[in-house]
C-alpha cells in the first residue's frame, strides 16, 4: 500500500512570507536612508556655497578699503574699520605683510601685535583667496581670507570668521522632519507589507492546498481565485490541469471497467462450457464438438480483444515510428480484395474511388488498419443488398478518405461516443458480429498518430459516412 506523502510545515524563518517582508522592509530601509541623507547634504552644500560667496564679498570689501599707497597700521586700519560699522561678522582680523595682527574686532582675544597662525591667512598671504567651513553641533562656522594689494604688492591679509546657528537650527529641523516622515512611512511601510504579504501568502497558500487536495486524488477540486494576474493564471492553469486529469481517471476507471468485463464475458462462457463437458460424463461427441467450437470462437474473441488493448497501449506510449510515403490507392486495393469475400457472403457491393497520386506520410500497416477498420464495420453492420463506399480526393492540403455505407446507421446521440472505447451503439448486434468496441478507438488514435483526425457523420437518407482527414503528401507522390 502506498504510503501518504507527508508535508512539513515551513519555518518561519524560511517561508516566503518572511522573505517577502524581509525584501521589501530591506528597500524601504535603503530609501529612507537616502531620505535622511541626500537632502541634508544638498542643504549643507547649498550653505557651504551661500556662505563661500558671501564672507568672500565681505572680506574683499574690507580688503578694498584698505588698498592704498601706505603701508598698514593699526591707527589706519581702525579709522577705516570704524568707517565700515558693523559687518554682523564673529570676527575681523587684519594682518600686515608678515602676518602680524593690526585689527581684531574681539579685542578680548589679545591678538593685536602677535602673530595671526591661521591658515587661512597663510594662504592669503600668499596672494590666494581661501574660504573653509565645516558643520558640527548644529552650526556653520565659517572662515574666509583674502589679500589687501596695491599695484601688484601684497599689503596683508583680512580674515573674517563667521559662527551662524540660526541655518545650523534651520537644518537641524529639516533632519528632524525627515526623521518624523521616515518613522510615520516605516511603519505604514510594515503594516503594508504585513498586509500585502498575507495577501500574496494566502493566495499561494491557497493554491498549494488546492495542489495538496488534488495529490489525494480529489481531481474534481476547483480553485476560485481572483483577479488578472500571474497567480490568477496559474490556479486557470491549475483548474485545466485538474480537468484534464479528472477527465483522464474517469476514462481510466471506465477503460478498467469496460475492459475487465470484456474479458470476464468470454472467460466465464469458455468456463461454462467446459465445466459442462467435464461434469456431463454421457454427454454425445456432436454436443462435445459443439462446445469445443464455442470455446475456440470465445478464445478467439479473447484474442482479438488482447490485441486490440495491446493496439491501444501502443498508441498511447507514443513510441517513435519510422514514417514513410504510402500512396492511398495501393492500401485501398488490397483491403478491398481482403474484405470482398466478407461483402460477397452478407450480399453488400463494395465499391472503391481511390486516385492515384494521393498518399500520406505514416506506415503502410497502420493506414491498412485505418480503412480496414472502418471498411470492415461499414460490411459488418451493413443490411443485405447494401453498399460500401470507399473513396479519397485531395482538398488543398489535406487529404479526406470518406467510407459509407447503407447500414443501419449510428443514432444522432451516439455520434459522438463512437470513438470511446468499449462503446457500443448496438451491444449485442456488436458482439454477434464479433465487435469488441475498440476498433474505431483504435482508428481514431492511429490517425492522431500522424496528424490526422476522424469524425462521424450521419448519412441522408440511410447508413454513415466516416472522414479520415490526413496531410496531403503530393509532392512525394509525383516525384
Known sequence: MEEPITTKRVPLWRSLRTKYILTYLVIIA???????????LVSQTMVFQSKQTSLQSQASVVASALAGPDALSQEGVGRVMEVLGDTGLSRVLV???SGVVLYDSSPASGAVGKYALLYEVTAALRYQDEFTSDYRDGAFHSRAATPVTYRGMTLGAVYVD???ASQGQLLVGIQQTLRTISLVIAAVSIALSLVFSQALTRRIAQLLRAIRTVREGEYSHRVNMKGKDELSQLAGEFNALTGRLQT?????RRFVSDASHELKTPLSSIRLLSDSILQNESIDPATVQEFVGDIGDEAARLQRITEHLLTLTRLDAAAPVETEVVEVWEVAGRVEHMLEPLARAVDVRLHMDV?????????RDDLYQILFNLVENAVKYNLPGGQVWLGAKGEGENLIITVEDTGVGIPAEDIGKVFDRFYRVDKARSRAAGGTGLGLSIVR?????????VTAQRRSPEGTRFLVTFPLCREEVER
Not at 31 to 40: C, D, F, S
Not at 355 to 363: F, N, Q, S, Y
Not at 445 to 453: F, I, K, L, S, V
Open 162 to 164: 563667521e559662527y551662524d
Open 95 to 97: 594682518t600686515d605683510p
Open 355 to 363: 486516385p492515384r497520386g494521393l498518399a500520406v506520410e505514416a506506415t
Open 445 to 453: 488514435d492511429t490517425a492522431r498518430r500522424y496528424g490526422g483526425d
Open 248 to 252: 483522464t481517471e474517469e476514462v481510466r
Open 30 to 40: 535603503a530609501v529612507l536612508a537616502l531620505l535622511n541623507t541626500y537632502p541634508v
